[in-house]
């Protein structure tokens, strides 16, 4: 066999375990390679012999490397932090603006201004996922702070012409749009990046790792949003509630900019330096391999944003209706406890996620919907009137669904497809999830109008046994599997019908040929 073609064969890619049958050969495969070294030269790829220093490679990290991975979980952390932030600022603002102006800010202005931030959410998960896959993850972490950014500033300055009320409304309605832009494509950005980064540093407690700087944060988000509103009133009094908005908007320009300069520096992870396809990606093939994940993910999504999303921003309205006289302040302080009782369900998550798997604990949590939404529907009357019994069911309902869905949603997505295409599927299954919380948002009022609000709750626990069907049987359960192992997989389902293309990128690119002419090569070997 001619020494180029042992080349070609030699530069292959894959992603298994270290194989001791294999070593030998491959060391020879390689050897042979380092006498023709051709610098810039594209490397031909199978999905066969080269599969042992792929794996090996994608935990054996430089020092800058490991630092950068280490800050990029991070960074994911301070990211998704203004997420939530943003997600819960309209709870307390609602009730401001009712206060403020009760005459122009009705149920359909409401829900306009709500849901802008959540037709954003789902441009920016959708094209940041693909910038994510196809121009890189550093590109897309940088754009979303950017804009979260300059959405959060305009809201915060936001005027109607010449003191017009419902021009405030709609400049309103279009800052949140920009921020829900750069909210959206973070669940995506963040999510993969922080993923591969824990995949890369920490594999046996990467489910623990991405949830606490994911999940955990972004349910963080509402407590920090309510204490913020509270410092704030507390500072201006209820006398300058137009004061108190703008502040808790303003602050929201601050959370993002503290990683800005972090993600200006960071590295992207090896698995994406070696697997990112960014030129003719395969999408038939993507979708026939993973059409059942892609359900599984997405319905699961959409019903759990559906039932939350909705439940969170109009939360402070139900407490409010529910308190005799309430104030804003007590609202506030309700609304407060009310974010406390469902934190610790991130935590519960956290701690089963291995041990119980990502789907069985996906499971429970939509269970848990099924059991508080139909205690709190059915006794809805009587539950009711103990405001401190009806907060704290609230506040379960709330938890479990943080234990479940909450928690193992970006979990399973990050982990149910390969790095070429993650960003991107990521990105589509939190699509499908904010257009359930705005389908949610928009239908909330109407249910509550014309069945009562006791049905609210009573269609959550509907959802939550629609959702356990959905993961049960379209959800796979990656629990303790490298993510090198799927793209191991996925490579060699590529090679296998047919398709050829660039991988990586920079030093690390390389070119996916047909696996069965390289596999021939390797059996001349």
């Known amino acids: 066999m001619a020494p180029q073609s042992l080349a070609i064969v030699a530069r292959v890619y894959a992603y298994k375990m270290m194989d001791p049958t294999t070593m030998s050969t491959e060391k020879d495969i390689n050897s042979v390679d380092e006498k023709e070294p051709k610098a810039g030269d594209l490397r031909k790829a199978t999905a066969k012999p080269y599969e042992a220093e792929q794996e090996a490679a994608a935990h054996d990290l430089n020092k800058k490397e490991s630092l950068s991975a280490y800050f990029t979980i991070l960074a994911a952390g301070f990211g998704l932090i203004s997420d939530g932030y943003q997600n819960n600022l309209m709870t307390m603002s609602n009730v401001i603006f009712k206060e403020l102006y009760p005459d122009y800010y009705t149920s359909n202005v409401s829900t306009r201004v709500s849901n802008s931030l959540l037709v954003g959410a789902v441009l920016g998960q959708i094209f940041v996922g693909l910038i994510c896959d196809r121009v890189g993850?550093?590109?897309?972490?940088?754009?979303?702070?950017?804009?979260?950014v300059i959405g959060a500033t305009l809201g915060t300055a936001a005027h109607g012409a010449h003191g017009s009320v419902q021009g405030l409304f709609w400049f309103l309605t279009i800052a949140r749009g920009i921020t829900?832009?750069?909210?959206?494509?973070?669940?995506?950005?963040?999510?993969?990046?922080?993923?591969?980064?824990?995949?890369?540093?920490?594999?046996?407690?990467?489910?623990?790792?991405?949830?606490?700087?994911?999940?955990?944060?972004?349910?963080?988000?509402?407590?920090?949003?309510?204490?913020?509103?509270?410092?704030?009133?507390?500072?201006?009094?209820?006398?300058?509630?137009?004061?108190?908005?703008?502040?808790?908007?303003?602050?929201?320009?601050?959370?993002?900019?503290?990683?800005?300069?972090?993600?200006?520096?960071?590295?992207?992870?090896?698995?994406?330096?070696?697997?990112?396809?960014?030129?003719?990606?395969?999408?038939?093939?993507?979708?026939?391999?993973?059409?059942?994940?892609?359900?599984?993910?997405?319905?699961?999504?959409?019903?759990?944003?559906?039932?939350?999303?909705?439940?969170?921003?109009?939360?402070?309205?139900?407490?409010?209706?529910?308190?005799?006289?309430?104030?804003?302040?007590?609202?506030?302080?309700?609304?407060?406890?009310?974010?406390?009782?469902?934190?610790?369900?991130?935590?519960?998550g956290a701690?089963?996620?291995?041990?119980?798997?990502?789907?069985?604990?996906?499971?429970?949590?939509?269970?848990?919907?099924?059991?508080?939404?139909?205690?709190?529907?059915?006794?809805?009357?009587?539950?009711?009137?103990?405001?401190?019994?009806?907060?704290?069911?609230?506040?379960?309902?709330?938890?479990?669904?943080?234990?479940?869905?909450?928690?193992?949603?970006?979990?399973?997505?990050?982990?149910?497809?390969?790095?070429?295409?993650?960003?991107?599927?990521y990105g589509l299954s939190a699509a499908i999830g904010k257009t359930g919380a705005a389908v949610g948002t928009q239908a909330f009022t109407p249910i509550q109008n014309n069945l009562g609000k006791r049905w609210t709750f009573i269609i959550a626990a509907i959802c939550g046994v629609t959702g356990v069907l959905i993961t049960y049987f379209c959800v796979p359960d990656k629990t303790g599997v490298d993510l090198a192992d799927e793209d191991a997989k996925f490579m060699k389902y590529l090679a296998d019908n047919g398709w050829e293309g660039e991988v990586g990128e920079d030093d690390e690119k390389g070119m996916l040929a047909d696996h069965h002419v390289a596999e021939a090569g390797s059996a001349e070997i």
């Not at 993850?137 to 979260?148: E, G, N, P």
């Open 137 to 148: 993850r550093k590109v897309a972490l940088v754009s979303t702070t950017l804009l979260i």
């Open 180 to 348: 829900g832009v750069g909210v959206g494509g973070e669940y995506p950005a963040s999510s993969t990046s922080a993923s591969e980064a824990a995949n890369e540093t920490a594999q046996a407690n990467r489910g623990p790792v991405f949830i606490m700087v994911t999940n955990f944060v972004l349910s963080f988000g509402g407590p920090v949003a309510v204490a913020v509103f509270l410092i704030v009133l507390s500072a201006a009094g209820e006398n300058h509630l137009e004061t108190v908005w703008r502040v808790c908007f303003g602050v929201g320009i601050l959370l993002p900019l503290t990683v800005f300069f972090f993600r200006l520096r960071m590295l992207s992870s090896k698995l994406y330096r070696k697997g990112a396809i960014k030129r003719r990606v395969p999408y038939g093939l993507v979708f026939k391999r993973y059409w059942r994940e892609l359900i599984g993910t997405c319905g699961a999504w959409f019903l759990y944003d559906f039932v939350t999303f909705p439940n969170g921003v109009f939360s402070a309205t139900i407490i409010s209706n529910v308190i005799p006289n309430g104030n804003i302040k007590a609202t506030a302080e309700w609304q407060l406890l009310l974010g406390t009782i469902a934190l610790p369900g991130v935590f519960v």
């Open 351 to 425: 701690y089963l996620c291995n041990r119980l798997g990502r789907r069985n604990t996906m499971m429970l949590g939509f269970s848990g919907y099924l059991l508080f939404g139909l205690i709190i529907g059915l006794a809805y009357d009587e539950i009711t009137k103990i405001i401190p019994l009806f907060v704290i069911f609230y506040g379960l309902m709330q938890s479990v669904g943080n234990m479940g869905p909450g928690d193992m949603l970006g979990l399973t997505s990050s982990e149910s497809y390969a790095t070429p295409i993650r960003g991107t599927c």
